[in-house]
Nanobody
Framework: QVQLVESGGGLVQAGGSLKLSCAAS????????MGWFRQAPGKERELVAA????????YIVDFVKGRFTISRDNAKNTVYLQMNSLKPEDTAAYFC????????????????????WGQGTQVTVSS
């Protein structure tokens, strides 16, 4: 089992940047593929980015591609989401999640493949 705690959210103006962090504790962090999701009020929770156990493979959804980057530091048990050129429509609660993935280079893109979730951190982008 793994516990996840997000940080780094806040209020930022459109065009600004934020870097979210997700610190993991518990079972070996490198055993998990990781993902960042977001959920806006009244909307479904959606995948934003995913990263493999090694960090060598990543997936970024189209609507944030070119603006967001996911990375991880297994030595620090932390996964990051760098968000640049933020837009008001990026406003949401952001959650990190951990899931099992057989290969060291595989990642998960389906919500059902993630088994552990953090409590979320709010990102608000003003226009």
């Amino acid at each position: 089992q793994v516990q996840l705690v997000e940080s780094g959210g806040g209020l930022v103006q459109a065009g600004g940047s934020l870097k979210l962090s997700c610190a993991a504790s518990g079972r070996a962090f490198s055993s998990y593929a990781m993902g960042w999701f977001r959920q806006a009020p009244g909307k479904e929770r959606e995948l934003v980015a995913a990263i493999s156990r090694s960090g060598g493979s990543t997936y970024i959804v189209d609507f944030v591609k070119g603006r967001f980057t996911i990375s991880r530091d297994n030595a620090k048990n932390t996964v990051y989401l760098q968000m640049n050129s933020l837009k008001p429509e990026d406003t949401a609660a952001y959650f990190c999640a951990a899931g099992y993935c057989a290969g060291y280079q595989c990642y998960n893109i389906n919500r059902s493949e993630y088994h552990y979730w953090g409590q979320g951190t709010q990102v608000t982008v003003s226009s």
